[in-house]
Structure formats: structure tokens, C-alpha cells
């Protein structure tokens, strides 16, 4: 090898973990977690099985690295967004669910979604993985956004982490719909189009003042003068 091929060989090998993670990915949805097999990573990555063990342990451990190479970046750019956001509940919670559908809808990860409702019972580090990874920050996130719309009166009493599962549980309900039935499924739900509708139908309940409906400019009856 001469010196100019060193560095070559540096960012390859650097780049081999993200590259083991993004084959994992596409097997655990391609094939579930207990039909995921190490040397079907290793050769989706372009890696030897040996290689796998450089970086990962176990098969839990790859897993773990998916969902923070995959869902965690998200959360992050979820907080951004908010951070940055200056306007009400009220029309913070659509673009929230509105991010929502468009990730789901533009990765893979509805496949991984139901790949850990059905497997964790048998593979209960999924379950732990997911928990403490995804739902509980999700949940945690939603519930502080929640609580503060609360404290500047915008958001009726009630239990805030209750309110972030009804929020949340219609689009969970439209990704496993879509994934579960696929192509069987005559009309699967657009996800879009469910977290607006879904936003405008919870936020009256959740809401002390709901948003006024817009309104709708009144037909002209043919005789009538214009102005």
C-alpha cells in the first residue's frame, strides 16, 4: 500500500459502523429481527462477519445503533424546530404531526415500528431499546410542550403525558395500518392528510379557546348586487 492509499483506507474503515448500521436497517425491515442474520448485515454492508464483531457485539447492539443513527438525529431536529418555532399550541401540534407523517412516510422505520410490537415479546431488549430510546424522549418532549402551552393557559387541565398518547396514538394506528396491510389494504391512510385532519379534531378537545373554523366566503345568488 502507498502512502496515498492510507487515507483511503482511514475513511473507509471510519465509515464502516455508519455502513453496518444502514445495511441493518434495511434487513431488520426486510426480514424482522429474528430473520435478520449477521452475515445477511455483513454482505449488505459490503463487510465479512468478522468485521461485524470490530464494532457491534451482539445483534442488540446493532439494533441499538439503528435507532439512535436513525430515530435519535430526528428528535434533535424535532427540539430545533421548536426552539425555534414562535406561535401558539395551536399551531404548533400540526407541524409537529405533519413532521411526523413525513418521516414515516419517506424512511423505513414503519417496518422497524412493528418489527418491535411483534418480536419484543421474544427479543424483550427491543422493547427496552425502544422504550428508553424513542417512546420515552418522544413522550417526554411531547409532554413538556404540552405543559407549557398548559402554564400559558392555551391547554385545558389534564395529565400532560396523556394528552402526548392522544396526540400520538392516531398516527401510530395509520403507520402500522399501512405497514401491516400494505398492498391488501384498499384505501391505506395518507399519513398527511391524517395528521391534519387528526390535529384539527384533538386540538378542540385539548384546546380552552379552539381555533376558530376559517371562513368560508358565502355563495353570491345570481340576482344579487355587487357591492
Sequence with gaps: MTPSDRPSWRRRKTARPG???AAALDVFADK??????????????GVSKGALYLYFETKEDIFRAVVRTAVTPN????KAAVAAFDGSFALLAPMLLARIAGLMAESR???????VIGESRNFPDLARIWHDDVVSVAVGMAGELIARAQARGEVAPGDPRLYAFSLAGPMIMGVLFREVFGDAASEPPDLQIL??????TVLHGMLISPPAPAMKARPRSPGAARP
Design 75 to 78: 428528535f434533535e431536529a424535532v
Design 19 to 21: 455502513e453496518i448500521v
Design 109 to 115: 422505520l414503519p417496518a422497524v415500528v412493528k418489527m
Design 195 to 200: 395528521a391534519a385532519q387528526h390535529a384539527r
Design 32 to 45: 424482522g429481527f429474528a430473520g435478520a442474520k449477521l452475515e445477511d448485515i455483513a454482505a449488505r454492508a
